[in-house]
């Protein structure tokens, strides 16, 4: 079955500067997603973005398909962008697989 | 918009206890999910329910029922809870099976003592 890598597994960064962050999958993809969850806090749908790239505000997300990929790129990243994001994948059929989770620490 | 709401938030069950977590959505979706989140583990599917009275067991099922009595809610019940467990139990819903946006309720914390 599917099984995802993300990475990092841990970021800290100042206010301002951009993110990265990397998810591989070991078949090809058939849908993926991004999530959001604040600590303590429930998760939240960022991306729904199988392939290509999509914005939302100052998240971008590009899944490349062929080299089974994906990152979301935060852009002049905010404290409250603190949290940790996870990807999830499935191939055709199967069940939702999520990554390990990154977890993004912004400071002043 | 549609809303998850679980219930309890907070469960502190003895070892050996059977306990239940509850979950509603009124999305009016068809499939409905249970994850356990561990912490360095990500989330990992227990159970899942295309539709009303459906069920599906997913990767971590042992230890666990469920129950989908009505389309708009689905009950988890772990049957033996073991001691010093600690966990974050999520409940999901989308439309379909794996083909469109999953949402999440804002999750249950089991701690056994």
């Known amino acids: 079955g599917q099984q995802v890598q993300q990475s990092p597994a841990s970021l800290v960064l100042q206010e301002g500067e951009n993110a990265e962050l990397q998810c591989n999958f070991s078949?090809?993809?058939?849908?993926m997603q991004w999530f959001y969850q604040r600590p303590g806090g429930s998760l939240v749908s960022l991306f729904y973005?199988?392939?290509g790239t999509k914005h939302s505000g100052r998240l971008t997300s590009t899944t490349v398909i062929k080299e089974r990929r994906s990152s979301l790129h935060i852009s002049s990243s905010q404290t409250t962008d603190s949290g940790t994001y996870l990807c999830a994948s499935t191939s055709s059929g199967q069940k939702l697989v999520f990554g390990q989770g990154t977890i993004l620490k912004v400071y002043l | 918009g549609g809303i998850i709401t679980q219930t309890p938030k907070f469960l502190i069950g003895q070892e050996g206890q059977k306990l239940t977590l509850k979950c509603q959505q009124n999305?009016?979706?068809?499939?409905m999910y249970w994850y356990r989140q561990d912490s360095g583990k990500g989330l990992r599917l227990i159970y899942y329910?295309?539709?009303?009275?459906?069920?599906q067991k997913g990767d971590l099922s042992e230890g666990y029922d469920a129950s989908r009595e009505k389309k708009s809610s689905f009950s988890l019940t772990v049957t033996s809870a073991q001691k010093n467990e600690m966990a974050v139990f999520l409940c999901a819903s989308s439309i379909g099976f794996n083909q469109d946006t999953q949402y999440f309720g804002p999750g249950t914390r089991l701690l056994v003592l």
């Open positions: 078949t090809s993809l058939n849908s």
């Open positions: 973005n199988p392939s």
């Open positions: 329910s295309i539709t009303e009275n459906d069920l």
């Open positions: 999305f009016n979706h068809d499939t």
